[in-house]
């Protein structure tokens, strides 16, 4: 059988708090499909293109993760339109905080009203990394502070070179 997850975000950038989410849900789901939300009403740092670029060195040339396991996409459609599309039955979402569950549990009511055979997975990441978010990385490397601690090294790059 064929599990198949649905991590959508938007990734801008991606943090260990999200790599932790992808780590174990590779050992629950036998593929990861890792969405990059890229709806218009939100402002993003990277564009979609640079996100996904984010996504494949962090994932797989910094951490080596199994290329056959996780899908990079892009969408700006419904998570549950892009669950039928890719057959999926679940959408994976991380939780750091008490403050996240609130807006997530109202999210993953919502999706199972538009599909009731879609469940969502909640996981949380290490407790390391539940106070990192993508906003207080880019503060941080905005102020020329140290994000060693919360992303990858070719994250790293690529936000110091946004910020030049």
Same mark, same amino acid.
């Given at each position: 059988? %064929? ?8 990734f801008?950038?991606?943090? *260990? ?26 402002? &993003? /740092? *990277?564009?979609?293109?640079?996100? $996904? ?6 994932? *797989?040339?910094?951490? =080596?993760? %199994?290329? =056959?396991? $996780? #899908?990079? $996409? +892009?969408?700006?459609? @419904? !998570? !549950?339109? @892009?669950?039928? =599309?890719?057959?999926? =039955?679940f959408?994976?979402?991380? @939780?750091?905080? +008490? ?6 549990? #109202?999210?993953?009511?919502? %999706? ?9 997975? *909640? /996981?949380?990441?290490? +407790?390391?990394? #539940? $106070? ?10 905005? @102020? ?5 601690k919360? !992303?990858?090294? %070719? !994250? ?6 946004? &910020?030049?």
């Amino acid at each position: 059988m %064929n599990r198949v997850a649905i991590y959508p975000g938007t990734f801008d950038p991606i943090t *260990f708090g999200h790599i932790d989410v992808i780590k174990k849900g590779l050992k629950l789901f036998d593929r990861i499909i890792v969405a990059v939300s890229n709806v218009e009403n939100k402002d &993003y /740092l *990277f564009d979609s293109e640079e996100r $996904i670029e984010i996504l494949n060195k962090a994932l *797989f040339s910094d951490l =080596k993760l %199994n290329r =056959k396991k $996780i #899908q990079i $996409i +892009v969408f700006s459609s @419904l !998570t !549950t339109d @892009l669950c039928k =599309k890719y057959k999926s =039955k679940f959408i994976l979402r991380g @939780l750091r905080a +008490v403050s996240d569950f609130e807006y997530e549990f #109202q999210l993953a009511g919502m %999706n199972r009203k538009l599909n009731n055979n879609i469940e969502t997975i *909640f /996981l949380m990441s290490d +407790v390391e990394n #539940q $106070i990192i978010s993508s906003r207080f990385v880019k503060e941080i490397v905005k @102020l020329k502070g140290d994000i060693r601690k919360f !992303t990858t090294k %070719n !994250t790293i790059k690529l936000l110091k070179k946004k &910020y030049e």
